[in-house]
């Protein structure tokens, strides 16, 4: 690492920004195309990596101690990186997850349920279905990661969606072409 001796903590992501930079305009699509895939890959890991251990530390250590830390300035610097441990901009994040929410919320409409934002914490969206979505089998795994796709187009923060337990029971999903009733309609008497 030619020089990475004499970089101060600080100019760090300047250079490996300087560098991607070189690597994406460099000519050569497919050497591009790798540089941008493991630049990806090492943003995924490392936001997933620190907001999972800024979880623990909340729930550890609590809140105060976790705005000590971010304090300091390599760790501060770290954690504001990946927008973590602090509330950079509620009201934007907030913007931002309900367009990709409404995105989905056709869909979601269509079945008779509704999604509602509980909370939002370091790129984790905390949500609860309601109306038919509530304990339908469907929703755990259609409606979620319609939402976790939706997200990830739209907020670079985010992390992952939590759904809050359903308060009934499992039930099937609804019938194509909309809610069931429960009442069957036969054929016109002539």
């Known amino acids: 690492m030619g020089g990475s001796?004499?970089?101060a903590y600080g100019?760090?992501?300047d250079r490996v920004a300087e560098l991607a930079t070189g690597l994406l305009e460099c000519g050569d699509d497919r050497l591009a195309a790798d540089a941008e895939e493991l630049l990806d890959w090492l943003d995924v890991y490392h936001r997933e990596g620190l907001g999972r251990f800024?979880?623990?530390?909340?729930?550890?250590?609590?809140?105060?101690?976790?705005?000590?830390?971010a304090l300091d300035p390599v760790v501060g610097?770290?954690?504001?990186?990946?927008?973590?441990?602090?509330?950079?901009?509620?009201?934007?994040?907030?913007?931002?997850?309900?367009?990709a929410l409404d995105?989905?919320?056709?869909?979601i409409h269509s079945h008779g349920g509704e999604v509602e934002v509980r909370s939002v914490v370091d790129g984790v969206v905390r949500l609860r279905m309601h109306g038919t979505c509530n304990g339908c089998?469907?929703?755990?795994?259609?409606?979620?990661?319609?939402?976790?796709?939706?997200?990830?187009?739209?907020w670079i923060d985010f992390r992952r969606v939590d759904?809050?337990?359903?308060?009934?029971?499992?039930?099937?999903?609804?019938?194509?072409?909309g809610v069931s009733t429960g009442l069957e309609i036969g054929p016109r008497p002539s």
């Open 11 to 13: 100019e760090i992501l």
């Open 77 to 99: 610097e770290l954690l504001a990186t990946y927008s973590l441990g602090t509330d950079t901009d509620p009201a934007a994040a907030e913007r931002v997850i309900q367009l």
């Open 103 to 107: 995105e989905v919320r056709p869909y």
């Open 5 to 7: 001796d004499e970089l």
């Open 54 to 69: 800024v979880e623990m530390v909340r729930q550890w250590r609590g809140e105060l101690f976790l705005e000590q830390a």
């Open 137 to 154: 089998t469907a929703a755990d795994d259609t409606v979620t990661r319609r939402i976790e796709v939706a997200l990830r187009e739209h």
């Open 163 to 177: 759904m809050e337990e359903h308060t009934e029971a499992p039930h099937p999903p609804p019938a194509p072409g």
